[in-house]
Nanobody
Framework: QVQVVESGGGLVQAGDSLRLSCAAS????????MGWFRQAPGKEREFVAA??????YYGKSVKGRFAIYRDNAKNTVSLQMNSLKPEDTAVYYC??????????????????WGQGTQVTVSS
């Protein structure tokens, strides 16, 4: 089983920036698609961003503010979050899809998940 660990969450003020990181085990990391999702209390899990070996896809609510990138040499993917808003407050999860044809964007398209990291944006 692929192990997934997120880090970098915290408490920030509206307008601030934050960078989340995710490390995934495996010797074929470069072939994985990696995704970020978030879930606020009482809401369904929401797609944030995903990156495959050749494509990037963003959710509408974060496009233009967030950026996803990967470092295959370190088996990591990062989410740079800028211009944060209170509505960005959620637990952010990193997810892995091992076998990829197209970049996935639905939770059931991912195979492994991290435990989540809390991001809180105050007004």
């Amino acid at each position: 089983q692929v192990q997934v660990v997120e880090s970098g969450g915290g408490l920030v003020q509206a307008g601030d920036s934050l960078r989340l990181s995710c490390a995934a085990s495996g010797r074929t990391f470069s072939s994985y698609a990696m995704g970020w999702f978030r879930q606020a209390p009482g809401k369904e899990r929401e797609f944030v961003a995903a990156i495959s070996r050749s494509s990037i896809y963003y959710g509408k609510s974060v496009k233009g503010r967030f950026a996803i990138y990967r470092d295959n040499a370190k088996n990591t993917v990062s989410l740079q979050m800028n211009s944060l808003k209170p509505e960005d407050t959620a637990v952010y999860y990193c997810a892995v899809r091992e076998s990829v044809v197209r970049v996935p964007s639905a939770p059931d398209e991912f195979d492994y998940w991290g435990q989540g990291t809390q991001v809180t944006v105050s007004s």
